[in-house]
């Protein structure tokens, strides 16, 4: 028998199909980097080649940055080479944070990447290792079926939705984000009081206002009269939500248990996501959801009303495109095809003028 080839990789066809300037490895000039894959760019110049997942093998190795929430991404190609996981809820902060040098220590083997994800986090029984149970008796966990653990997301997802948008916690963010706002104006105000105290002109109310607007220009508006949608509309956005979590296999769909806590941390940082939409392989996979940038608590509050660290956002939203990217093709087709079949709410909803006429409401 015949040996098997060597794997091609994928830069290959990038490589050969150009023609450069300068030739390979040549080191008298900067390089000009242009993108190939993921994880992967190329010179224009002399085509010399940068793939993260090479480490230091790299002729070129990864020129690491760190980010504000904790990341350690590459410059040249914007691959995240390292992250903090906050699905956990009994993850300390404050450890993670007085420890971010070890946790991020380059050697001379290079970044060790991370390779952690929600599948291995899920808490899986297994009845001959954990139970032992008689011989000939079946774990009792074995129970747990396929349509009892799609009936758990599905109640998670919506548990999170009901949580963020229509619970008292939801309506005291919206009051403290209220406050919040009130009082930069009145401060606003107060410094433009003072700036023109000792003018003789007449003051001019237009003036003051602009230096307001000028001054909250970075702040949301908050919805003042935010008109909730039925939650007949946003069933619709709960199987968008159930139908990522399934085929991204956020948590196992073969475990014994389903970790309502992961899927309820993910489902949050999705739904801020779905404000601007989802997209991967230049497939629109949910449409954008404007509505939801005006409902949704400020990302400032999910520590302090909710208990929830505002990187799961970002962190669910790099998780699912890196999942999307490492999709075959027939596994996303399907998820496409799932997703397609969703019918969107027709009703003329807007936060600010209501006229949801979504029917099953009182």
Not at 109 to 116: D, I, N
Not at 128 to 156: D, F, K, N, S
Request: proline content about 5%.
């Amino acid at each position: 028998m015949g040996t098997k080839p060597p794997p091609v990789p994928p830069w290959s066809s990038w490589w050969r199909a150009r023609k450069f300037l300068l030739p390979p490895l040549y080191g008298g000039h900067k390089h000009e980097w242009v993108y190939v894959d993921a994880g992967v760019v190329g010179c224009r110049l002399c085509g010399l080649v940068h793939v993260c997942e090479l480490g230091q093998g790299n002729v070129v190795t990864c020129e690491l940055q760190y980010t504000d929430e904790g990341s350690c991404v590459c410059a040249l190609t914007a691959l995240e080479l390292q992250h903090s996981m906050f699905m956990d809820e009994q993850l300390d902060v404050e450890s993670y944070n007085r420890n971010r040098g070890a946790t991020y220590a380059v050697g001379s083997s290079g970044p060790e990447r991370h390779t952690k994800n929600f599948q291995e986090n899920v808490q899986v029984c297994h009845a001959a290792e954990m139970h032992a149970p008689a011989r000939g008796a079946a774990c009792a966990c074995a129970r747990l079926t396929a349509p009892v653990r799609i009936q758990t997301i599905t109640e998670t997802v919506h548990s999170v939705v009901r949580l963020l948008l229509f619970s008292e916690k939801a309506k005291a963010s919206q009051r403290d984000e209220l406050e919040r706002y009130c009082a930069k104006t009145s401060t606003a105000l107060a410094q433009y009081h003072h700036m023109t105290r000792g003018r003789t002109e007449q003051a001019d109310l237009l003036l003051a206002l602009e230096y307001v607007v000028s001054a909250t220009r970075l702040s949301r508006i908050p919805a003042f009269c935010a008109v909730l949608p039925r939650e007949e509309h946003l069933q619709t956005l709960c199987m968008y939500l159930t139908i990522i979590v399934q085929e991204l296999r956020i948590v196992s769909m073969s475990a014994m248990r389903v970790s309502a806590e992961r899927v309820k941390h993910f489902a949050v940082g999705m739904l801020y996501v779905f404000t601007h939409g989802l997209a991967a392989r230049g497939r629109m996979l949910v449409p954008s959801h404007s509505e939801l940038a005006a409902l949704l608590p400020l990302q400032a509050a999910l520590s302090d009303r909710f208990g929830l660290h505002p990187k799961i956002i970002t962190e669910s939203e790099n998780m699912a495109k890196r999942i999307l990217n490492e999709m075959c093709a027939g596994d996303f087709e399907r998820l496409v095809n799932r997703l397609r079949h969703l019918d969107a709410p027709t009703c003329p909803y807007s936060p600010s003028r209501g006229g949801c006429v979504c029917v099953g409401s009182e």
